[in-house]
């Protein structure tokens, strides 16, 4: 093998791995404060779990009481595909999980995102792998090496954001982390979600009236079938009964309680988001093809018993399946603190937050049939600090998305789109304060990020106090 000092070199304030929810909204945020700015992304577009993973809708921009937590460019991103007639915006959530919900078109969504980033002057770098990483003596990310069709190059820049949501960056630099619930580091089942169309969502929606007991709504029946009224479009756990005895036959064999499906921003097209896969390591290359594999098969039985027992479903038909499979969890990189469960059912207030959520504690089980959730108080608005950003070593580098520093269980809670995505706009506002100041990105002072924070309209509590020992 070649010596990697010989290969090409190229340079850049800050390069995000990664152009998923979180990653791209990384870039965006740095790339509007001026900075030289690369997105490096494996798939050929942008949007991650909500394009390649083919998750829908995203959930939640709101927490219980319907108050909006999550604002900033997540928000800016909705008003424009609304323009476009590419979402209906935030609406009722008939399942009655979250208060609302947000159907997006997937293909929309792509193109939105690459505007914005590159309209901010990022550039964009597709059908490219992370390699490897090299640090300097004083324990910096000094070059990474990445492999496309040109073969591998080197890349240089004054801070890196890890936004590969499997924490891959800082894993192979080296930094501490945890993986999966303690005492055996089994995560939550991936799943393949499944997308339907030609479905008559008159009839599905009669046949939640003519039947409720064949469904299950968080907050009961009565308020299910309210929100079903006046909703735009449908979300649904569904068919327990139907499904149950189905199972008894032999007809499907996912470790699943119901059918959950999402109603997308195309009318009689659905997203069905009830495969899993447990006992598999995502980080693991050949768990996770295996997984592709399981995921498929059991996707198939899902089809099989909508169209053959479930009304609306009689004449639909199977699009294109995901680009890869669902991961809900893998890593979680240590950072200079470590949210917590209680952290987010007691809303703790920290000195530094940089984003809000408002989704409740989902732990789907990594090896039972159940889905445990830990739902929140109404008004709840839980912190996410800039801490949990920042790994103690390298000094240039922070983490974006579900693996921030966090338990099992927190992770649980912020790990979805929305909050990934103000996750992503902090990450990259920390980002272009470190090249400003030329800083460590674990030194930047928190008011400065702050400030530029409030000035790209995120959402953030009204005052803080001094940062202190927490």
């Given amino acids: ?144 090496t990445l492999c496309n069709k040109a073969g591998l190059q080197r890349y240089e820049a004054k801070v890196f954001i890890d936004a590969t949501g499997d924490g891959d960056l800082s894993a192979a630099l080296g930094a501490k982390f945890a993986l999966g619930r303690p005492g055996d580091n089994a995560t939550q089942p991936m799943t393949m979600n499944l997308k339907i169309g030609n479905v008559d969502m008159a009839a599905v929606r009669q046949s939640v009236f003519d039947d409720p007991d064949d469904f299950e709504f968080d907050l009961g029946a009565e308020e299910g079938l309210r929100r079903l009224k006046e909703t735009p479009r449908v979300s649904l756990k569904a068919y327990t009964k139907t499904w149950k005895a189905a199972k008894a036959r032999g007809e499907v064999d996912v470790p699943r309680e119901f059918v959950l499906f999402f109603e997308t921003a195309t009318p009689g097209v659905v997203i069905v988001n009830t495969s899993r896969i447990q006992g598999l390591d995502g980080t693991n290359p050949y768990d996770l093809s295996k997984a592709e594999v399981i995921g498929r098969k059991q996707n198939l039985q899902i089809f099989h018993f909508l169209k053959t027992h479930c009304k609306g479903f009689e004449n639909a038909i199977q699009m294109d399946g995901a680009a890869q499979i669902g991961i809900r969890e893998t890593r979680r990189i240590e950072g200079l603190y470590t949210m917590t469960a209680e952290d987010v059912l007691n809303e703790t207030s920290f000195p530094d937050p940089i984003a809000l959520g408002g989704y409740p504690i989902d732990i789907h089980s990594p090896d039972k049939v159940e889905t445990n959730s830990n739902h929140l108080a109404d008004n709840t608005k839980y912190q996410i600090p800039m801490r949990c950003l920042l790994p103690k070593q390298p000094n240039n580098l922070i983490v974006a998305g579900r693996c921030i520093s966090a338990t099992h269980e927190a992770m649980a809670a912020f790990r979805v789109s929305p909050i990934a995505m103000a996750i992503g706009q902090a990450a990259g506002t920390m980002a272009a304060v470190a090249v400003e100041n030329k800083l460590p990105a674990n030194q930047i002072d928190y008011e400065s990020v702050r400030s530029h924070l409030i000035a790209g309209k995120a959402k953030l509590p009204a005052t803080t106090s001094a940062l202190a020992s927490h």
Avoid: W
């Fill in 1 to 144: 093998m070649s010596d990697s000092t010989n290969l090409p070199k190229y340079h850049y304030d800050v390069i995000v791995m990664g152009g998923g929810p979180s990653g791209a909204h990384a870039g965006i945020a740095a790339a509007r404060e001026g900075k030289k700015v690369l997105v490096v992304e494996k798939h050929g577009f942008l949007g991650g779990s909500l394009t390649a993973m083919g998750v829908g809708p995203m959930m939640s921009f709101h927490n219980p009481a319907g108050e909006q937590v999550v604002m900033g460019q997540a928000e800016e991103l909705i008003q424009r595909l609304m323009q476009k007639n590419a979402s209906p915006g935030h609406i009722p959530d008939s399942v009655t999980y979250c208060s609302t919900v947000t159907p997006f078109d997937s293909e929309a969504l792509k193109i939105e995102l690459e505007s914005m980033l590159l309209e901010a002057g990022a550039d964009l770098l597709y059908h490219t792998h992370f390699a490897c990483a090299e640090k300097d003596d004083s324990g910096q990310v000094s070059t990474i």
